[in-house]
């Protein structure tokens, strides 16, 4: 299945998750290239939108080797098995929280430009992307939505490999792939047009859905 933009493949992932619409979702995408997509699939189910933005925390030495993940909230997601194996002292890793925490901030004004977060607790929310290459941002961001009260975790998303998608069904309660393809190598390669989405259309995006369902962001 070949999308031709992430708009595209939004009106159709949107279609597949219409049967969800009665649980009143909150959708969430991750930025940048997932908000497009995210955008169609509110847009379908008469949805608020928001992003879920998550910062991986990377062992100081090897900063590829995630420890954990953090959200909005205070959320922190922690592998202390990671962080026992990288022997790293306790300074360095809390140094590399309080920087990320700072880039996570940095991100989220930029982005909603003054509206509040929209709260994911007691609600079903559906977290989108424009695609799962590793899975690794995917299933932070379903541990994010978890330990910020969401009641039931989606993952939706129109491409991803087979094994990942097998992955993070430990980490949601529901993965829906449009595409599954077992030659998977790349996002991108599923798509004629994969250009790179720029904060500014994120911002664009996140106004102008609130402004179609006329939902107020709730409140932390």
Do not use: N
């Amino acid at each position: 299945m070949i999308f031709t933009d992430r708009t595209d493949a939004g009106r159709r992932l949107g279609e597949a998750l219409r049967p969800l619409a009665d649980e009143k979702p909150v959708v969430l995408g991750l930025p940048r290239g997932g908000v497009p997509v995210a955008f169609e699939v509110a847009r379908a189910l008469h949805a608020p939108l928001d992003v879920i933005i998550v910062r991986k925390l990377g062992v100081p030495y090897h900063r590829e080797l995630g420890f954990g993940a953090i959200g909005e909230g205070d959320v922190r997601v922690i592998h202390e098995a990671i962080v026992r194996m990288s022997r790293a002292d306790e300074e360095d890793l809390a140094e590399v929280e309080r920087t990320e925490r700072e880039e996570l901030a940095r991100k989220a004004r930029r982005f909603r430009q003054g509206r509040s977060r929209i709260a994911a607790e007691g609600h079903t929310v559906i977290i989108v992307d424009d695609g799962i290459a590793t899975g690794a941002t995917a299933q932070a961001a379903c541990r994010v939505a978890r330990a910020q009260g969401a009641a039931r975790v989606v993952l939706a998303v129109p491409v991803a490999p087979p094994d990942a998608v097998a992955a993070l069904r430990a980490d949601a309660d529901e993965v829906v792939a449009l595409s599954t393809p077992s030659d998977f190598a790349a996002v991108g390669e599923w798509y004629e047009d994969f250009s790179q989405t720029a904060d500014d259309e994120v911002v664009e995006l996140l106004s102008r859905s609130t402004g179609e369902t006329g939902e107020a962001h709730p409140g932390r």
